[in-house]
């Protein structure tokens, strides 16, 4: 390359560079300081409730409810409290007809008054309203497109330790088609990064699908009632949390997987990023820089590749190594396996879906959650 061209050179390689040091790191994290929250179930196991807020959800509930039926936990240790928000279809009389087989279980309704009862987003409106009737020690959270593991509850009770307010599980998509199968390893790519993150003591997220809060944090933090106004509730709840001095941890274990359905089209998978990416932007600085580094990558292989393409290859076939070999080593944690198949093509994917969120967010139009719309 050109001399006139050092600075450009500079910048590029310096892009590149970062991110093969971030993924490295990740791999040496992952591999050799891994920390497993798990420690041993005590003797006498708390009460704990487990809230799920529902909007239009009767095609999903019935797996969620199933995986319900199958957890293994004492019965008279274990609260259901279910919200139907404001749905249209059938989702309150499924909800109702499996509380009534059980006498821990307890439908609640929300509408009139209660619809708009805390300054928050829909969702977060309606798990206010269940916690306030949760008697546990442990809320455990999670949505209706979900099927939670059987050792979910004990798993997420025996991980929290003294100073713990939140411990997030993992979550991986169900994929049925192409787009799922990426999303999937979307899903392991954010959940990866954030394990590492967390287990060096950074602050994360909350997972609002797969997430376990102490009553005591909860409270002291004034939850999802006296959190800010967002589309990620869970990002917020965790910082209040956090910042009440209590750690955000996360567990990925297999007990603490759960699966959750993928979005069928790109018009909802825009619309979910959009909203994940108002989420982001409120994080600290040095997340928003290190993030950034994987878009910059790619305008700096551009450059690369249009002065030596066999270069430009190399580079491009060891972030893809790197980045392989960290999703493995950590979904392998859970006895999940990814294909290297799918591995190889990803970042196609992720160019098409990271450059249609930048321009769907700035693009003037309402983001669709939960059967409504937010500006």
Request: glycine letters at 6%; aromatic letters at 14%; proline letters at 3%.
């Amino acid at each position: 390359m050109g001399n006139s061209n050092a600075l450009i050179d500079g910048l590029a390689f310096f892009a590149i560079g970062v991110l093969f040091l971030q993924y490295v790191v990740l791999i040496i994290r992952a591999k050799f300081f891994w920390k497993d929250n798990s420690n041993a179930l005590p003797k006498n196991l708390p009460l704990v409730s487990v809230l799920v807020t529902s909007r239009n959800e009767e095609v999903n509930l019935p797996k969620l409810l199933s995986s319900f039926d199958a957890l293994d936990y004492p019965i008279e240790k274990l609260e259901f409290l279910l919200a139907d928000d404001g749905s249209i279809d059938l989702t309150f009389s499924i909800l109702q007809k499996w509380a009534d087989s059980e006498v821990n279980r307890k439908v609640l309704k929300i509408e009139g008054e209660l619809i708009q009862k805390y300054p928050v987003n829909g969702k977060a409106n309606a798990l206010a309203i269940l916690a306030e009737e949760a008697k546990g020690e442990f809320f455990f959270f999670t949505d209706a497109d979900c099927m939670v593991n059987p050792e979910w509850i004990r798993e997420g009770v025996q991980s929290f330790g003294e100073k713990t307010g939140i411990i997030n599980g993992v979550t991986e998509v169900d994929s049925k088609s192409l787009l799922g199968i990426f999303q999937r390893i979307d899903w392991w790519n954010i959940l990866a990064i954030t394990k590492v993150i967390s287990d060096m003591g950074g602050h994360t997220t909350g997972l609002g699908n797969n997430m376990v809060i102490s009553r005591e944090a909860y409270f002291r933090s004034g939850g999802f009632a006296a959190s800010p106004f967002s589309l990620t509730e869970d990002l917020e709840i965790s910082k209040c949390i956090k910042k009440d001095g209590f750690e955000v941890r996360q567990q990925v274990s297999k007990g603490m997987l759960l699966k959750t359905k993928e979005e069928q089209s790109w018009r909802a998978l825009m619309s979910q990023r959009k909203r994940w990416l108002q989420g982001v932007l409120t994080l600290p600085w040095i997340w928003i820089i290190s993030l950034s580094f994987y878009l910059f990558f790619f305008i700096a292989l551009f450059y690369v590749s249009l002065e030596n393409w066999r270069l430009g290859l190399g580079i491009w076939i060891v972030k893809i190594v790197l980045q392989s070999v960290f999703w493995m080593l950590v979904s392998g944690k859970v006895g999940s396996r990814i294909s290297v198949f799918w591995l190889l093509l990803y970042d196609f994917y992720y160019l098409l879906s990271s450059s249609l969120t930048i321009l769907y967010y700035f693009w003037p139009s309402k983001i669709t959650w939960k059967s409504r719309q937010y500006p």
